[in-house]
């Protein structure tokens, strides 16, 4: 079994929030913001040399206020492997695939992991 599988996929607009429940079990629930400072695209990143496979630790410290930027209109199914968010910018060139969503989970317990595997 692949734990990087979405079983459910919620988004919470009110709440700034979506949330991915895992074939594994795990849920992650991810605020607006903290999906749009991650944003993976090449545009984002600042070049397509610093586009990783995982997200940057300073992601999670980043504070965006609210803006159209962070507001997340639609979220597309990106073949099988991930999704497109698109934002009220319009700024959707961001394709999140299962890999990076799952490691951009900002629960205590997938941070910590991360944090060890990284050597932070
Ligand atoms: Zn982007
Ligand atoms: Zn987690």
Not at 3 to 31: C, F, Q
Not at 80 to 86: H, I, R, S
Request: net charge negative; aromatic share 10%.
């Amino acid at each position: 079994m692949n734990p990087e599988k979405p079983t459910n996929i919620t988004v919470n607009r009110p709440g700034l929030e979506m949330s991915i429940t895992w074939a594994d079990g795990h849920e992650s629930r991810y605020s607006f913001t903290l999906l749009r400072a991650a944003c993976p695209c090449a545009q984002c990143r600042g070049g397509h040399e610093n586009m990783k496979s995982e997200p940057d630790q300073d992601v999670f410290q980043a504070t965006l206020q609210d803006s159209p930027a962070t507001h997340l209109t639609n979220v597309v199914p990106t073949g099988a492997y991930g999704l497109t968010l698109v934002w009220e910018d319009f700024h959707d060139y961001g394709i999140y695939n299962w890999h990076y969503l799952r490691a951009l989970c900002p629960c205590p317990v997938c941070r910590a992991a991360s944090k060890a595997a990284a050597g932070v």
